[in-house]
C-alpha cells in the first residue's frame, strides 16, 4: 500500500466511527445524530464550541461550566432524553461568545473546546505550547508529525525551485547525461 493510500485511509478512520458510532460505549452515531455531549454548539458571536464529554467526570464539568445543574437535566446516558439536552445545551452556549466560554473551560477538564478557524489554530496556546508548528523560510506551517523521543523529526527544508533536483532525480533513474540534455533542449524538463 502507498504512503498516499495508507495516509489517507489513517485520515478517514475517524470520520467512519463517527458515522458508525461505537455502540459498545455508549458513543454517538456520528455528529447531529448522536450524543449531545459529544458535538458541536454555535455561540453568541456565531463561534463554535466542540464537546466531547463522554465519561461521567468531564460531563459533571461540563454541566457545571455552563452553569446547569445535572439534577434538572435528563439522565447522560439516556437517549430519551437527549433532545431536551441537545436544546438546553444549544441554548446555554447561544448566550455567551466563544471567547467566553473558552475563558470558562480553559482551566477546567471538561473535553470542551473552541472550533478554531485556520488562521488561529497556530497561534493558539495549546498549539504553541507543543511546538505543533513551524516556520520554514517564512511561511507557517504544521511541524512533522508523529514526533518521537528518541528519533526527532528534522525541521522541514523549504520547497524546491521548479526543476531543481530534475538532472539528479533523472540520473538516479538511469538516464545518461547525454539524454538529460537531449530533454532540456527539446524543452521537455526544465532546469536539468
Not at 13 to 37: I, K, S, W
Not at 86 to 105: E, L, N, P
Request: glycine content about 10%; hydrophobic content about 40%.
Amino acid at each position: 500500500m502507498s504512503i498516499t493510500a495508507s495516509g489517507t485511509a489513517l485520515l478517514i478512520v475517524e470520520q467512519y466511527v463517527l458515522r458508525a458510532g461505537d455502540r459498545r460505549h455508549g458513543v454517538p452515531d456520528g455528529p447531529r445524530g448522536g450524543a449531545p455531549f459529544y458535538d458541536t454548539y454555535e455561540t453568541a458571536d456565531g463561534g463554535y464550541m466542540s464537546v466531547g464529554a463522554l465519561e461521567r467526570r468531564f460531563y459533571a464539568l461540563f454541566v457545571a461550566g455552563l452553569g446547569l445543574s445535572a439534577d434538572d437535566l435528563p439522565a447522560q446516558m439516556d437517549r430519551a432524553g437527549w433532545p431536551e439536552l441537545r436544546r438546553v445545551f444549544t441554548t446555554a452556549f447561544k448566550t455567551r461568545t466563544r471567547d467566553q466560554w473558552m475563558a470558562i473551560f480553559r482551566d477546567v477538564d471538561a473535553c470542551v473546546y473552541p472550533v478554531l478557524s485556520l488562521g488561529e489554530v497556530a497561534d493558539h496556546p495549546l498549539t504553541r505550547e507543543r511546538h505543533g508548528f513551524v516556520t520554514v523560510e517564512g511561511i507557517s506551517q504544521p511541524a512533522p508529525a508523529p514526533r518521537f523521543g528518541r528519533t526527532p523529526a528534522a525541521q522541514p527544508a523549504g520547497a524546491p525551485e521548479p526543476g531543481e533536483h530534475t538532472r539528479r532525480a533523472l540520473l538516479d533513474w538511469g538516464f545518461a547525461a547525454a539524454e538529460i540534455d537531449e530533454l532540456a533542449d527539446a524543452g521537455v524538463v526544465v532546469n536539468a
